[in-house]
Structures are given as C-alpha cells and as structure tokens.
C-alpha cells in the first residue's frame, strides 16, 4: 500500500513538471508584449514599403529628367537612318530661346542638345547659331541681311526660328502704365506683316529649305500671373504664327506652349522667364519629332 502511494506520488510530480515544462516553453515563446512586437512589424513593413516608394519616384524622375533620351531611345534610329543619311546645315535664327539662356549647363539650349543628340557617333549636321536674346521680329529682319547671315541661309536645308515673345514684352515696356487689349492689337496686325516679310525674304535667300517657326510658351506667367488677358495673348500671337506659315510651301510651325502650361516638374530656370535644361530638352524633343514626321510626309509625297 505504501508503496503504490509513493508511486503515485512519484507519477504526479513527474507529469506536474511535464506539465509546467511545457507551459514555459510556450510562454518563452509569446511575446511578452505583443502590441509591442505588433507595432516593430508595422515600422519594418513601413520602411519597407518606404523604401520601395523610394525606388519607384526614383524612377519616375529619371524619366522625367531626361524625357528626350526618353524619346530618341525609341525614334533616334529611324531618323539618323531616314532623315541624316547624308551632311545636313541647319541655320537657327531668332531670340534668347534659340540662343539657349537660362540653360545651366550652358550648351546652347535646344540647339545645342540637338547637335549633340543628332552627331553623338557620326558628324552629319553641321548647326550655325545666329540668334540673339532680345530679338524682336523687326530685328530679326535685319540680322538676316548680314552677310554672314545670308551666306550660311543660302545652303541651309533646315531654319529653325523662334521670334515673337520680345514683341509682346515690347508692348509692356512701352506702354506699362496703359496697358489695354488694343495695345497688343494693334502690335499683333504688325507682328504678322513682319512674319511675312521674314519668309519672304528667307524664300529669297532660299529656295529649297524647311523653314519651322517654334511657337513660344507664356513667359509672363511666373509675374503676371493676375493678368488672365495675356493667355489670350500669347494663344492669338501663336496662332498668328501657325497661320503664316501655311501661305508657304515647306513652312512649319512647332507649337510649345502646352508643354509649359501645366509641367510636371519644374521646366523654368532661375529667372522664372527662360527654361532650363531639362525644358530646353523637352523643346528639342518637339522640334526632332516634327522635322521627322515632316521628312516623312515629304518622303511619301515624293
């Protein structure tokens, strides 16, 4: 009897520590404060989805910071196959958009990208630069009877012109303290006489060219903001532009200004008036798209 009392007792202690043994090794494995352990793995799940948002804005500003490698990634062998196959002079005539200020890196704006785009393996376009910041169409009038002007249009195969913007910015100064909407008017009836008289006096120069006129963006915009008439403005003088050129043969006109309109990122430099390189890069990217598709109508037409 004693003896299965004491192996009874010996029973219960061996499965009472049975018992608490595996009781301490469940709890050891329980958070002792789970809302703790919650929250670690939401900062870890956090930093993670962090650090994949990262990533991906990353990736979004490389293409928005290089919208015209973007492009030619696709296209730019089909046009040096298509369109420079052989030695191309280009003329650029006009303002400080062709000139290229506000651009940071100081390589000439759109020119300058597209000189470097085009002839980045093989020189086959040889570009010459005559614009000038400040420009206004009655000057520019002038600047194409320079001789050396003259000479290098005459062989010309491609004018790239952007003219007109220091023409509304005249009418400011001029007439800053009255401004009215018949200012500007009148200023458009003689801005549009001058167009005409520029690709006349280009078609006399030269006969055989494609000439393209690059629209221009509302440059007023950062300071004149309040000013809701000079949207108006700058659309009519634009739309004087695409008029002029199509009474003429081989004429083009490039608008810009939706481009600036509402841009994804910040496409002005410093002074909030010109662009900087990434907008000059956008504009670069237009004028190739239209000078392509123009060469191909041409092409088929032929």
């Not at 009874?8 to 703790?36: C, Q, R, S, V």
């Amino acid at each position: 009897m004693i003896h299965i009392k004491r192996l009874t007792i010996i029973t219960f202690i061996l499965i009472t520590g049975l018992i608490l043994t595996i009781f301490f090794i469940k709890k050891a494995d329980i958070p002792t404060n789970p809302m703790e352990e919650i929250l670690k793995q939401e900062e870890v799940n956090m930093e993670k989805d962090l650090e994949n948002e990262g990533e991906q804005e990353k990736e979004v500003v490389a293409v928005r910071e290089d919208p015209v490698k973007e492009f030619l990634s696709e296209k730019l062998k089909k046009a040096v196959s298509f369109f420079f196959t052989q030695e191309i002079k280009v003329v650029t005539l006009g303002d400080s958009l062709t000139e290229g200020i506000g651009d940071e890196t100081n390589n000439g704006g759109y020119v300058g990208i597209l000189n470097d785009t085009i002839n980045a393996e093989k020189h086959i376009v040889q570009f010459q630069n005559f614009a000038k910041r400040g420009s206004r169409s009655g000057q520019l009038l002038n600047r194409i009877e320079d001789e050396e002007v003259t000479v290098a249009l005459e062989d010309a195969d491609i004018i790239l012109i952007t003219i007109g913007a220091n023409d509304i910015m005249q009418v400011f100064k001029e007439n800053f303290t009255d401004l009215t909407l018949d200012k500007f008017t009148q200023e458009q009836i003689r801005y549009e006489q001058r167009l005409e008289m520029i690709f006349n006096e280009l078609r006399d120069i030269n006969e055989h060219g494609d000439i393209y006129l690059i629209g221009f963006y509302n440059p007023f915009k950062e300071y004149f903001a309040d000013i809701e008439e000079l949207e108006f403005i700058v659309d009519s003088w634009n739309q004087i532009g695409s008029d002029v050129t199509m009474r003429y043969d081989n004429v083009h006109y490039i608008p810009i200004k939706d481009m600036f309109d509402d841009p994804p990122v910040n496409y002005y430099s410093e002074d909030n008036f010109h662009p900087n390189h990434l907008g000059y890069k956008m504009i670069a990217e237009r004028v190739l798209h239209y000078v392509m598709n123009e060469g191909e109508r041409n092409a088929t037409n032929e």
